[in-house]
């Protein structure tokens, strides 16, 4: 048996298998010509964080614009960071945000699928079994370097201004001897296996970026780490084993991976594996004190998806802004189709921004105000009431204490041809319809400076005898414009513009006396409305209420 063949029984003793055995086991997929099969790899770490969920979008939205596969992988090699609800916080997210996974993690608990585990900590067998294979044609060898050796030679490179890591002649172990490492494991002395780099930092890699175009960066000469003390793999061998055997055809993830696609390139060339195409994907910006920043999860609470759930924002809302951010074209097609499914958008990863494209809260609550005009009161009582229930349980007893009338409500001015777009997030909305239930009203009798006290009280008397629930618009305001004469307004604005000195106003300026005695505000959806949905009783007793308080 050759020394290398002997180095890969005493390092990894229980691998029975070769790659063969997995190679068999996942097939080719069976997908038609140009269908890409795409993932993302998130590590249980903590909450859904924005990135995650952009990438996660610019993945889909690939995916579905090409016929091809979405699929989700735990990266949860790094137990230490791990916490517990981690992978059902994201996958969960994901699914909020109408982020369909075909394959991989769906739910906190299932994976599906046929390429899986799907959980790097599950699959350590298979790692160590190409590891094993490396070893064995003399491409990998162990490495029983201490962190206080590894240290002591960065220290002797920092004070000699040379790159720091284990390459070249400070990869101490590289030329260890079957014989050498036998005597060492015997002792019981803990080792990691590093890949035997054969790359020289005197040659260039090119490769074109789907995302950024074209690359150039020296070529990797670090022999790195592939499997840790404790047999689990690094990101860098995991990514290659697995995007390998998962059939992944192009990995678009943050860019700040990039500078580690030439140990990727490498690393897939060593194994006999074909590349995936790679596009880095800029991270969202933030305008602070005038300077681009990215977006940090310390400092900006945006950077949480939970964030837009509290605000209330609705999700497609939060998905179709973040598509404008994905896709420089996105607004254009919008326009175009404006009442189409985001999913519908042929995406092209070229149109995606290189340098990081800014968070711009003010467009989002555009896209979303456009977006929330367009749903059913239906659709409207249940999101508030869903959003209401989760955080603001104050508002959602207020609001599900009388459904049909709440129903009523939110159908003032909507389920029209054209809505009004007053509110962007359900966190808006007990403002906006604070009046329309009694446990939130609060009316301020201010009146306009060009209403005199006693004319708004001689309207509102003269007007509440005439007022019937039953008038549509025209026939309400009418009432209005019959007052208007009696107390010295005029009926018709452009006979006031004609004369302003001969009145004291128009009909409209006597309608936002009503709408202040009804509302407590001077701007409103339909005032003919509202009072329909309060009724004869309620209107009545707020223009009394008003007559004694103006
Ligand atoms: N676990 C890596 C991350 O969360 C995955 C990067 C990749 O997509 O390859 O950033």
């Known amino acids: 048996m050759s020394d290398t063949l002997k180095m890969a029984e005493l390092l990894l003793p229980n691998i029975k298998n070769t790659p063969d055995y997995y190679e068999n ?66 996958i969960d997210g994901l699914n909020r945000f109408g982020i369909t996974i075909d394959e991989g993690f769906v739910s906190g608990e299932e994976q599906k699928g046929d390429y899986g585990p799907y959980k790097q900590s599950e699959r350590a067998e298979i790692y160590q079994t190409y590891v094993k294979e490396l070893i064995r044609q003399g491409l990998a060898y162990p490495c029983f370097c201490t962190a206080e050796e590894l240290e002591a030679v960065r220290g002797e490179q920092e004070a000699a201004k040379l790159r720091t890591g284990y390459y070249g002649k400070f990869a101490k172990h590289r030329d260890i001897t079957y014989e050498e490492a036998k005597v060492l494991i015997d002792e019981g002395k803990p080792f990691v ?53 998962m059939h992944t055809t192009h990995v678009l993830r943050g860019d700040e991976w990039i500078s580690s696609v030439p140990k990727h390139i490498q690393l897939f060339k060593i194994l006999g594996f074909k590349p995936p195409k790679y596009g880095h994907i800029s991270p969202i910006m933030k305008l602070d004190n005038g300077a681009k920043r990215k977006i940090s999860k310390r400092k900006d609470p945006e950077a949480a998806v939970h964030f837009f759930a509290e605000q209330g924002y609705d999700s497609e809302c939060v998905i179709n802004y973040l598509m404008t951010v994905a896709a420089s074209d996105f607004e254009d097609w919008r326009r175009a189709n404006p009442d189409a499914s985001y999913k519908d958008f042929k995406f092209n990863l070229k149109k995606m921004s290189v340098s990081g494209a800014l968070f711009d809260e003010v467009k989002l609550l555009d896209v979303s105000k456009n977006m929330v005009s367009k749903l059913k009161s239906d659709e409207v009582y249940e999101k508030l009431t869903a959003w209401a229930q989760e955080f603001d349980t104050e508002f959602y007893a207020i609001l599900t204490k009388n459904p ?87 009926a018709e604005t452009k006979q006031y513009k004609a004369e302003p000195e001969a009145y004291k106003g128009h009909a409209g300026d006597l309608s936002t006396v009503l709408r202040i005695a009804i509302t407590g505000r001077r701007n409103t959806p339909d005032l003919c409305s509202i009072m329909q949905v309060l009724g004869k009783e309620e209107c009545t007793r707020r223009i009394n209420n008003a007559i004694s308080k103006f």
């Open 25 to 90: 086991l996942y097939p080719a997929r069976n997908l038609p010509e140009g269908a890409r099969v795409v993932r993302i790899a998130p590590s249980p770490t903590g909450y859904l964080h924005l990135g995650t969920l952009f990438a996660a979008l610019v993945n889909r939205i690939t995916a579905t614009s090409t016929g091809g596969i979405f699929y989700t992988r735990i990266e949860d090699t790094d137990k230490k960071r791990e916490i517990s609800g981690g992978i059902e916080d994201i």
């Open 193 to 245: 296996v590093r890949l035997k780099s054969p790359g020289s930092e005197e040659n260039k890699i090119i490769f074109e970026d789907a995302v950024k175009g074209k690359i150039e960066m020296p070529e990797n000469d670090e022999d790195f780490v592939l499997l840790k003390s404790d047999g689990i793999p690094t990101y860098h061998f995991a990514h290659a084993v697995d995007d390998h055997l």
């Open 404 to 490: 049909e009338y709440t129903r009523k409500v939110l159908a003032i001015d909507r389920d029209v041809a054209k809505p009004r777009k007053d509110i962007a997030r359900w966190s808006e909305a007990k403002d906006y319809f604070a009046y329309m239930f009694e446990e939130l009203f609060t009316p301020c009798f201010e009146l306009p400076e060009n209403i005199e006290k006693a004319d708004a009280l001689a309207f509102l008397e003269a007007y509440k005898n005439v007022y019937t629930p039953a008038d549509d618009r025209q026939a309400w305001f009418d009432r209005i414009k019959e007052i208007a004469p009696t107390i010295g307004f005029a």
